[in-house]
């Protein structure tokens, strides 16, 4: 497994190492001690998620303010543009963004740390996303951004409006947005 930094302080792109043959491949996509002794994080992971969407479905900006949660992020069929942006208010990149594309292909996965808000948008015909939580799903604490906020500026790589659920629609600017301090 190869962890890549990226420019977002904490947030961690995971490369897992595959083994491949003419029967197919095998690769390990989570192991607790050697995810704590490459990435320095000891998450307790307490909720697995999977979904499944549609090409132009666009999932986010969202975070919990209360039981916010670390999140695992994979891609096991098709292909998502996965963005996180950091709005911890004391950080150094508070506002900025970054997108990495996430595949069943390249096996990638996105440890994104509390503090950030997270969403994707599905670039193949269909896309299953699985991902761990550090803490469990409280629908009174989730908040959203709005994707399109042009203060933050997210380059999303869409061919015309994406499929927003009603949730996603109503997402605030993150100037307006509760934060983490």
């Known amino acids: 497994m190869k962890v890549v930094q990226t420019p977002l302080a904490g947030l961690l792109l995971i490369e897992p190492t595959v083994f491949g043959d003419q029967r197919g491949y095998f690769y390990e996509s989570f ?18 998620n999977h979904s ?24 096991t069929a098709g292909a998502i543009f996965d963005v996180v942006l950091d ?19 390249n096996k990638h996965e996105l440890w994104v740390p509390p503090g950030f808000a997270h969403g994707f948008v599905v670039t193949s015909e269909i896309a299953e996303v699985q991902y761990k939580t550090t803490d469990y ?11 399109n ?32 301090a």
Do not use: C, M
């Open 31 to 48: 192991n607790a001690r050697r995810f704590a002794e490459l990435t320095g994080v000891s998450a307790q992971f307490v909720q697995d």
């Open 52 to 75: 499944r969407s549609a090409k132009g479905v666009l999932r986010g900006l969202h975070y919990q303010i209360q039981q916010s949660q670390g999140k695992l992020v994979r891609v």
């Open 87 to 105: 709005i911890r208010k004391s950080s150094p990149t508070f506002g900025q963004w970054h997108g990495v594309p996430l595949t069943a292909e």
């Open 137 to 147: 799903w409280a629908p009174e604490f989730e908040r959203s951004i709005i994707w």
């Open 149 to 180: 906020d042009p203060a933050v500026g997210v380059r999303w790589p869409l061919d015309g409006e994406p499929l927003l659920s009603a949730k996603d629609r109503a997402g605030v600017p993150l100037a307006q947005a509760e934060l983490f």
